[in-house]
């Protein structure tokens, strides 16, 4: 299992109306195609108007296959379309979980 930690970074006054979207519009076509969606967080300290968010996918096949198809899907698109203007930066890091993390759902990690 992968986990993809996307962090983005909003220009000043971003984070509430991105939030708003993300809930209202972005969240079901994520859980519906990439499933796995494990939280979305904002910063409190360090870098502030910063949004954390983490999906788990089996191995990188998986997660191509299930991203390729997310930029397919017209509710993403429109929805990708009204939050770009909030974002200044994006980071994306693919984490490899420790055998000795909690479950996440059904998973127990292994070596």
């Known amino acids: 299992m992968i986990i993809d930690y996307r962090a ?6 971003g984070v509430l109306p991105f939030m708003e979207l993300f809930e209202n519009e972005g969240l079901e076509p994520q859980q519906r195609i990439l499933g ?4 979305i967080y ?16 089996q ?4 997660r191509q296959i299930r991203r390729d198809a997310l930029f397919k899907d017209t509710a993403f698109l429109a929805y ?10 994006q980071e994306v890091r ?3 979980p420790s055998a000795c993390n909690p479950p996440i759902g059904d998973t127990v990690f292994t070596r």
């Open 36 to 39: 796995n969606f494990l939280g």
């Open 59 to 62: 191995d990188l096949n998986d």
């Open 42 to 57: 904002r910063t409190e300290v360090g870098p502030i108007n910063q949004i954390i968010m983490m999906f788990a996918y």
């Open 94 to 96: 693919l984490l490899a």
């Open 80 to 89: 990708l379309a009204k939050v770009r203007p909030y974002l200044r930066d």
């Open 8 to 13: 983005y970074t909003m220009h000043s006054g």
